[in-house]
């Protein structure tokens, strides 16, 4: 009695032929990881990621918190003004008149202690938003030193950073809040 086996196969084995993925997914990654494992491994990389970087100093919250009711205040105000900054001298006022706590929120902005007080960029004087050509770039409210006017020029900044911070408070035009380091003060733009 004799076996038939078939003879010894040449065909690759089925675990190594390469098959065209069916899935979507990048055509690298399909050769090595799959889909799932793929959008798993990119969600913990994008939770990571902000962990790894240095958080802003804590010094900077609270003014950065405050900014943030003055830029609402400030967003109403030019609604209402089709798009004019307020005039440079009184916006402090002229922002008081849509609420009642923004005083309080512009006078609380810094620490007594940190001899800081919020000024306006003065070149912004009743200008209108639409015609600032970089607003990204375009100081709108800043830090300046105690006893500063309301409004005013890169002058106006302190000598020196806040303690434990890295830089001087800045809003932008696009309303955009950043710490500017000292280094950096003379790329910003006031001219409209």
Not at 75 to 93: D, E, I, L, T, V
Not at 96 to 125: C, E, H, T, W
Not at 144 to 171: E, H, Y
Request: charge should be positive.
């Amino acid at each position: 009695m004799t076996h038939d086996t078939p003879p010894p196969s040449t065909a690759t084995p089925p675990s190594l032929q390469i098959v065209p993925a069916k899935t979507s997914g990048l055509a690298i990654a399909a050769i090595c990881i799959k889909p799932p494992i793929l959008l798993i491994s990119c969600a913990i990389i994008g939770l990571l990621t902000p962990a790894c970087s240095r958080p802003p100093p804590v010094e900077n919250y609270k003014p950065m918190a405050e900014l943030t009711s003055i830029n609402t205040t400030m967003g109403m105000y030019m609604s209402k003004n089709k798009g004019q900054f307020p005039p440079a001298r009184s916006w402090k006022k002229e922002l008081a008149a849509f609420s009642p706590y923004i005083a309080q929120a512009i006078s609380s902005v810094f620490d007594p202690g940190d001899n800081r007080v919020l000024a306006m960029n003065g070149k912004l004087d009743q200008a209108n938003v639409i015609d600032v050509r970089s607003p990204e770039q375009t100081v709108f409210l800043f830090e300046a030193a105690a006893g500063s006017p309301d409004a005013g020029g890169p002058d106006m900044f302190p000598q020196t950073p806040r303690p434990r911070t890295d830089g001087f408070l800045v809003m932008f035009v696009d309303r955009n809040v950043r710490i500017v380091r000292p280094n950096d003060l003379h790329q910003l733009r006031w001219d409209p």
